[in-house]
């Protein structure tokens, strides 16, 4: 019972930041450009790349922010004396970015892209989004800085995501569909251009990347957030 008031806490913390206004200008922006578009295939490569590119990892640069500014209120130091635990922290983070981009991606390719299956594109962005976020997380907890973070953020942030883009150019290198950019993309595409083709394999694959990248997450925030506590009760006594 504990995370869905924390998930609610985390939607209206990122309401009251703008992350829903950015992303209801984004989201028209986007449905705009992509009406222009009349071939179908050209359509649902530039959906893809869009998604993949915004949505999908929304949470992985949005995260650290949100690190950084619950650090400087010195919240992390109360994770660890409340009866919340690590992982639910964690999900409630992954779980309310995961809406914002889940939203966002769902009205562009229903309002944008015809006869697209809105439920399994639903599914996908929410998984992806989940996976980026944890990963954002992650490079958070060793960040000091906001610069810092972006410093350390975007090298990994180009490597999983220019395979998925050498893809559509056609250039295929060594061990590229095991990349989680390219089986993200992989599955947008599939899912805009109503191709199943090794869909359920690929899931299942980013599912189970997004299983390791959580547990990693958990005690990268756990080592964080114990340190912290204990250093305000030492403080404090």
């Known amino acids: 019972?504990?995370?869905?008031?924390?998930?609610?806490?985390?939607?209206?913390?990122?309401?009251?930041?703008?992350?829903?206004?950015?992303?209801?200008?984004?989201?028209?922006?986007?449905?705009?450009?992509?009406?222009?578009?009349?071939?179908?295939?050209?359509?649902?490569?530039?959906?893809?790349?869009?998604?993949?590119?915004?949505?999908?990892?929304?949470?992985?640069?949005?995260?650290?922010?949100?690190?950084?500014?619950?650090?400087?209120?010195?919240?992390?130091?109360?994770?660890?004396?409340?009866?919340?635990?690590?992982?639910?922290?964690?999900?409630?983070?992954?779980?309310?970015?995961?809406?914002?981009?889940?939203?966002s991606a769902t009205i562009i390719g229903f309002l944008a892209i015809p006869f697209v299956h809105a439920l399994l594109l639903a599914a996908v962005i929410f998984l992806s989004s989940c996976f980026f976020t944890l990963l954002g997380l992650i490079f958070a907890t060793f960040s000091k800085t906001l610069n810092g973070y972006l410093l350390a953020s975007v090298p990994p942030a180009l490597l999983l995501l220019t395979p998925a883009i050498l893809t559509i150019l056609g250039i295929q290198l060594p061990f590229t569909n095991a990349i989680p950019g390219t089986i993200v993309f992989k599955l947008i595409n599939g899912t805009l251009s109503n191709d199943p083709t090794n869909f359920l394999i690929y899931f299942i694959e980013l599912f189970l990347w997004t299983g390791a990248a959580f547990i990693l997450a958990v005690r990268c925030v756990q080592r964080e957030t114990e340190a912290r506590g204990e250093k305000r009760h030492a403080i404090n006594t």
């Open 1 to 103: 019972m504990r995370l869905l008031p924390t998930i609610k806490n985390d939607v209206c913390y990122q309401i009251k930041y703008g992350f829903y206004l950015i992303y209801s200008l984004l989201t028209i922006l986007y449905v705009l450009i992509l009406q222009q578009i009349t071939d179908p295939t050209l359509k649902s490569t530039a959906g893809s790349l869009v998604m993949l590119s915004d949505p999908a990892v929304l949470g992985y640069f949005f995260i650290g922010g949100i690190w950084l500014l619950e650090k400087d209120e010195s919240l992390h130091s109360y994770i660890a004396v409340t009866p919340l635990k690590t992982a639910e922290y964690v999900l409630s983070k992954i779980f309310s970015l995961g809406i914002v981009s889940t939203l």
